[in-house]
C-alpha cells in the first residue's frame, strides 16, 4: 500500500510544528505588548501601559511554553477582542484583519496539539 506523503521521514518531527507557532505566536504578542508599554500602540482596542504588561505575560509564557493552553486561549480572547474594535472602526473586511485572524487561528491550535518541543509544560 502506497502513501501520498511526500516525506514520511518528516512525521517524526511533528511536535516541531506547535513549538515553531507557539514561538511566532509569542513573539509577535511580545512585540505588541512592547509597542502599548512604550508608546500606548496605535492599534485597535485597549492601548494602555497595564494591557501592554499583560501582553507580555502572556508572551513569555507561550515562548517558554508554560500554562500554553492558558496563555493561547488569553491570547484567543484578546485576538477575538481586537477584532471586535476592528470590527466597530469598519475595518473587519480590510486586508489587515487576515492578520490577527491568522494569529487567532495559531492560538486556537495551540489549544488542541499542545506545546510542541522545548516547553516547560511537558516536564510536568
Same mark, same amino acid.
Given at each position: 500500500?502506497?502513501?501520498?506523503?511526500? %516525506?514520511?521521514?518528516?512525521? +517524526?518531527?511533528?511536535?516541531? /510544528?506547535?513549538?515553531?507557532?507557539? *514561538? @511566532? #505566536?509569542?513573539? !509577535?504578542?511580545?512585540? %505588541?505588548?512592547? #509597542?502599548?508599554?512604550?508608546?500606548?500602540?496605535?492599534?485597535?482596542?485597549? +492601548?494602555?501601559?497595564? $494591557?501592554? @504588561?499583560?501582553?507580555?505575560? @502572556?508572551?513569555?509564557?507561550?515562548?517558554?511554553?508554560?500554562? !500554553?493552553?492558558?496563555? /493561547?486561549?488569553?491570547?484567543?480572547?484578546? *485576538?477575538?477582542?481586537? *477584532?471586535?474594535?476592528? /470590527?466597530?472602526?469598519?475595518?473587519?473586511?480590510?486586508?489587515?484583519? +487576515?492578520? $490577527?485572524? #491568522?494569529?487567532? !487561528?495559531? /492560538?486556537?491550535?495551540?489549544?488542541?496539539?499542545?506545546?510542541?518541543? #522545548?516547553?516547560?509544560?511537558?516536564? %510536568?
Amino acid at each position: 500500500m502506497s502513501s501520498l506523503i511526500l %516525506f514520511p521521514w518528516l512525521l +517524526n518531527f511533528q511536535p516541531m /510544528a506547535p513549538f515553531m507557532i507557539r *514561538l @511566532i #505566536l509569542g513573539i !509577535t504578542l511580545a512585540y %505588541f505588548a512592547y #509597542l502599548k508599554i512604550v508608546d500606548h500602540g496605535a492599534s485597535s482596542g485597549s +492601548n494602555t501601559r497595564r $494591557y501592554g @504588561i499583560l501582553e507580555m505575560s @502572556i508572551a513569555l509564557f507561550l515562548v517558554i511554553g508554560l500554562f !500554553t493552553q492558558l496563555a /493561547a486561549a488569553l491570547n484567543a480572547v484578546i *485576538l477575538i477582542i481586537k *477584532l471586535f474594535f476592528k /470590527a466597530q472602526d469598519g475595518k473587519l473586511l480590510s486586508s489587515g484583519i +487576515n492578520y $490577527y485572524v #491568522l494569529l487567532l !487561528t495559531m /492560538a486556537i491550535s495551540l489549544l488542541f496539539v499542545g506545546p510542541g518541543y #522545548l516547553a516547560i509544560d511537558l516536564l %510536568f
